[in-house]
C-alpha cells in the first residue's frame, strides 16, 4: 500500500467509523441486489479498498444501485451506503 492509498484508507475510515467494525462476514454481498445477477461483490470491493487494491474499483462501484439491502443484515451495523459513497468519491479524486 503505497502513501496515496494510505491517505485515502485513513479518510474512509474516518468518515465512516463503523467500517472498523466489519469482520469481512460477507453477509453484505451474500444479500446484494446488484450480485444476484453479475459479478458484483461489495464485500470483496470494500476489502481491495481497505488493502490499497483500488485499480478497477471505481467502475465496479458503478453497479451498485444504493439500495440499502446489505445494511439491514450487515452483523455489525457498518454504515455501507455511506461507505459505497465515501468510496466513489475517494476513487474519483
Ligand atoms: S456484512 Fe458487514 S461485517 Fe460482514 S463483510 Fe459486510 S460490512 Fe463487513
Ligand atoms: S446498496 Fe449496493 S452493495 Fe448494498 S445491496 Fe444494494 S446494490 Fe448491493
Known sequence: MDAADSARRAQLLASV?????????????????AGQFTQFNIRR??????CGQTDTLAEQLDSCML??????????????RSLIIRMRQLLAN
Open 17 to 33: 467509523p463503523s467500517y472498523r467494525l466489519c469482520i469481512g462476514c460477507g453477509a453484505c454481498s451474500a444479500t446484494c441486489s
Open 45 to 50: 470491493i470494500h476489502t481491495a479498498f481497505n
Open 67 to 80: 439500495c440499502g439491502k446489505c445494511m439491514l443484515v450487515c452483523p455489525r451495523g457498518v454504515n455501507l
